[in-house]
Nanobody, 123 residues
């Protein structure tokens, strides 16, 4: 069974950047779409970005479009989320997940999930 582990979170000032990584083990993700989600305190988990199996197609939530970039390295079984121009409202736990049906925004369309990595943006 695939295991996903996120890393790269931390504390950053508004306007700064972070790059998150999601490493897969115990199974391949190369033939699957992958997604990033986030959950802020007291809020529901929300879609952030998704990428198709070969990296040729990406999709973003309006709130991060133009600031975040999702990418993948199938040779390393790893997916990335480059986050630039961070805002305090980006503060959340960020999760990566393996997609079941291609590029989707619904949580139910993803199966394996990582444990999350905390991103905190100070103003």
């Amino acid at each position: 069974q695939v295991r996903l582990v996120e890393s790269g979170g931390g504390l950053v000032q508004a306007g700064g950047s972070l790059k998150l990584s999601c490493a897969a083990s115990g199974g391949l993700v190369v033939t699957y779409a992958m997604g990033w989600f986030r959950q802020a305190p007291g809020k529901e988990r929300e879609f952030v970005a998704a990428i198709n199996w070969n990296g040729g197609i990406t999709y973003y939530a309006d709130s991060v479009k133009g600031r975040f970039t999702i990418s993948r390295d199938n040779g390393k079984n790893t997916v990335y989320l480059q986050m630039n121009s961070l805002k305090p409202e980006d503060t959340a736990v960020y999760y990566c997940a393996r997609g079941l049906k291609g590029l989707r925004v619904a949580i139910d369309d993803y199966d394996a999930w990582g444990q999350g990595t905390q991103v905190t943006v100070s103003s």
